[in-house]
């Protein structure tokens, strides 16, 4: 289930919950945001113009903003429309996902200024930005988020390294202070694939390490807190 980030009532239910948290509970070192993103379609295809590809976000109050701001119209199935049409929807709502992650990070910063704000993304770059409208790369040099998790859930080695590097890639862009102060991006690795034999998952945070990733985080801890061989890393 998504809310659809483009609905303003979504966006500010988001940043309240996000505030309410760091107000109520002043230890908390900050707030990750899960699913920040559209869904998409599987198999993976760039965009709304191409198919497959899921009517996810085209209610009502959306469609209207979109027409409000753009002058053009969104879309919807069986429209006939422009690929300029379908240029300005995908940007709006990349343009939306955005806004709310900004909007999280003001709300939370006006309580707690110190508090961190993290995201999990998908590990190719450009596959969020043109696929599920999630353009981590601008978040992370504009200073809206601290860190990203990069989601490399996989029980490959190789395409575990290969993602590692993909997401990896993406670092020189930033500014020389994120990159050696804030850690900013994190490898996030699918350690409930590996809860009958953890050696796989060592083998990719070693190859996380090699390719000097700025953090590893285990996914997640309630699927590994009865499984006692995932706590135990031997050393390298």
Known sequence: IFLDPAHPGVRRRIADIARELVRGYPRLAGIHLDFIRYPYALPISPGSRFSPRLDF?????SIARFAAETGRKAPRAGAKVSAADHRAWDDWRREQV???VSAVRSAIRDVQ????LSA???PWAERA???AFQDWRSWLRKGM?????VMVYSRD?????HMMRAALAARPALPESLVHDQAPVVIGLGAWLFGGNPVPLWAQWRAAERARADGVALFSYDQMVDRPRLWHRPIP
Not at 57 to 61: F, L
Not at 157 to 161: E, Q, S
Request: charged share 20%; net charge neutral; aromatic share 8%.
């Open 120 to 122: 999990a993304v998908l």
């Open 145 to 149: 988020l601290d860190k990203v998790l």
């Open 129 to 131: 930005y043109l696929i």
């Open 57 to 61: 976000g085209y209610g009502r109050e």
């Open 157 to 161: 080695t190789a395409l575990a390294a």
């Open 113 to 116: 200024p110190d508090a961190v």
């Open 98 to 100: 955005t806004r709310t």
